[in-house]
């Protein structure tokens, strides 16, 4: 507990992302009204009344093949490469699975990236749950864990391209010999290289995201369930000396009251869209049945949690601004650094969540530090804490 305890830093601001709507059909499988678009145009208005707004980070979702509905997708490199070239400070985070990329073909491109946007390309890698766009790709399907094999070499060698001259490595999945990229990312004070990130919750995630990632995400959970998923991902990290930093997802439903905010939240799960949430639940509860201690993610949700199929509903930011703003430091003082959240109506919402609910959070922030005795610098920024070397 003690250990978990050391990972808050109260002295840094929390850093505010949302979940790019580049999937049809919003961030909730329901037939309650979204006036949410997955077209590009909605997109980039949207992109720049998030920065406007206070939000330093978007991430995209890759999806190849229709799952919890999401008919349609848009190609999440592509887009967030867009998405970089229509904002002046978002950072966008890219969603890409290591099987579907080669990783000196992906390291190239996040430097290309990088460039256009003046050093704000990053990457999320997620290791993947959906079968079918594997097997459908006539690509191979690795069973649970090994998954997280293939990940841990790729995210060495981004680094590795990265950040070194002539690099080489050899492993299970890839073999890099002697390469330099040219030119390197761009050279951003505090940030050794295009920040990694890194999405899963089994132990098999954990382990890995600890000896690798710069940022661990978490799907939804309340306090308890993300003390959890940190103390694991902590305990690998701090074997090798490193110290990751932790997101959280959370569905925000702001209101005035915080029973139109819990009636909103009713709406959307008696509109659930049923046979869509029941074949998630079956795919991924399948890929997390595979893992050897069963806890894969998504394994303890239930129908109504998984209608935001990031859990985003345990997270529980739902109702006042005051409540909503009060619930998330809670969560600054048990280790989270960020939030990754996602609404109903995106560009009102992220609008109002600026200007209704972040201010609060400030303010609250400001007085947890004072509470605890630590200084706190609104424009302290967490890069320059991140590891510098490959490997490490
Ligand atoms: C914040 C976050 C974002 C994710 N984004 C994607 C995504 O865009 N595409 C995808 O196929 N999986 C995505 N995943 C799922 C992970 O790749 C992984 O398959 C999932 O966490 C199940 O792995 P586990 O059983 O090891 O927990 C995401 C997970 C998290 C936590």
Redesign the pocket.
């Known amino acids: 507990m003690e250990e978990i305890m050391s990972v808050a830093d109260l002295s840094t601001p929390l850093k505010f992302a949302y979940w790019v709507p580049n999937v049809s059909g919003g961030l909730v499988v329901s037939t309650i009204e979204q006036r949410t678009s997955w077209d590009f145009d909605y997109n980039k208005k949207l992109a720049r009344i998030a920065e406007d707004a206070g939000f330093e980070y978007a991430?995209?979702?890759?999806?190849y093949a229709a799952s919890y509905g999401a008919d349609k997708q848009h190609e999440?490199t592509s887009f967030s490469l867009a998405l970089l070239a229509a904002t002046e400070k978002l950072k966008v985070i890219a969603?890409v699975?290591p099987g579907m990329w080669h990783p000196g073909v992906l390291a190239k491109f996040i430097i290309t990236a990088d460039h256009i946007s003046n050093g704000r390309a990053a990457v999320?890698i997620?290791?993947?749950?959906?079968k079918d766009?594997f097997v459908n790709f006539g690509l191979e399907w690795l069973e649970?864990d090994e998954?997280?094999v293939r990940t841990e070499e790729f995210i060495r060698i981004l680094r590795g391209l990265w950040t070194e001259q002539g690099y080489t490595q050899s492993g299970k999945y890839y073999n890099i010999n002697n390469f330099t990229l040219s030119p390197a990312p761009v050279d951003v004070p505090g940030r050794p290289h295009p920040e990694v990130?890194f999405?899963?919750?089994?132990t098999?995630?954990q382990a890995t995201a600890g000896r690798v990632a710069d940022w661990y995400?978490?799907?939804g959970k309340d306090l308890e369930g993300f003390k959890e998923n940190i103390a694991g991902v902590q305990a690998s990290a701090a074997e090798v000396g490193r110290r990751p930093r932790y997101?959280l997802?959370g569905f925000v439903i702001a209101r005035d009251s915080e029973k139109e905010a819990r009636d909103t939240l009713r709406e959307i799960v008696e509109k659930a869209h049923r046979p869509a949430v029941e074949g998630f639940r079956d795919a991924?509860q399948e890929?997390?049945a595979s893992?050897k201690d069963g806890?894969?993610?998504?394994a303890d949700s239930s129908f109504e949690d998984l209608v935001q199929y990031?859990d985003g509903f345990k997270t529980q930011l739902i109702g006042t601004p005051e409540q909503i703003a009060e619930r998330i430091v809670e969560y600054k003082k048990i280790g989270v650094n960020l939030f990754?959240t996602c609404y109903l109506h995106f560009q009102e919402e992220v609008a109002a969540f600026g200007t209704d609910i972040l201010p609060i959070v400030r303010e609250l922030e400001a007085d947890a530090a004072r509470k605890a005795g630590v200084d706190f610098d609104p424009g302290e920024t967490l890069a320059g804490t991140l590891p510098s070397k490959a490997g490490v």
């Open positions: 991430l995209s979702q890759t999806r999440a969603a699975h999320n997620v290791s993947g749950w959906l766009e649970h998954r997280y990130f999405g899963g919750n089994s098999a995630a995400f978490s799907n997101g997802n991924v890929a997390g893992t806890k894969g993610m998504w990031n990754l």
